[in-house]
């Protein structure tokens, strides 16, 4: 079992950053490779950027590409969204996830585990 808390959402301005920080417990968080995806009200759970078990490799979505960035500290068991340029768009609830295995994913259907979510929301 791997236990995920979200932080860091907030209201912020366009143009506007935020980080977000998902902390974890439990197994070793070094087995996961992780994705951010968020959530918009009445839209499907959508894929923002993931990062491999080691960190060596990142993945982003084209809408988000140039923005955002995604990063680990496997020492602190946290993982990182660095969201830079924000636009009203990106407004949604932001969940991380850990995929056991280390292989990521862009559908969510395949991750094991997932925070509660944090809100992130940019105004115009």
């Known amino acids: 079992q791997v236990q995920l808390v979200e932080s860091g959402g907030g209201l912020v301005q366009a143009g506007g950053s935020l980080r977000l920080s998902c902390a974890a417990s439990g197994r070793t968080f070094s087995n996961y490779a992780m994705g951010w995806f968020r959530q918009a009200p009445g839209k499907e759970r959508e894929f923002v950027a993931a990062?491999?078990?080691?960190?060596?490799?990142?993945y982003y979505a084209d809408s988000v590409k140039g923005r955002f960035t995604i990063s680990r500290d496997n020492a602190r068991n946290t993982v990182y969204l660095q969201m830079n340029s924000l636009k009203p768009e990106d407004t949604a609830v932001y969940y991380c996830?850990?995929?056991?295995?280390?292989?990521?994913?862009?559908?969510?259907?395949?991750?094991?585990?997932w925070g509660q979510g944090t809100q992130v929301t940019v105004s115009s």
């Open positions: 996830g850990a995929i056991d295995g280390g292989i990521w994913d862009m559908d969510f259907r395949k991750y094991d585990y």
């Open positions: 990062i491999s078990w080691s960190g060596d490799n990142t």
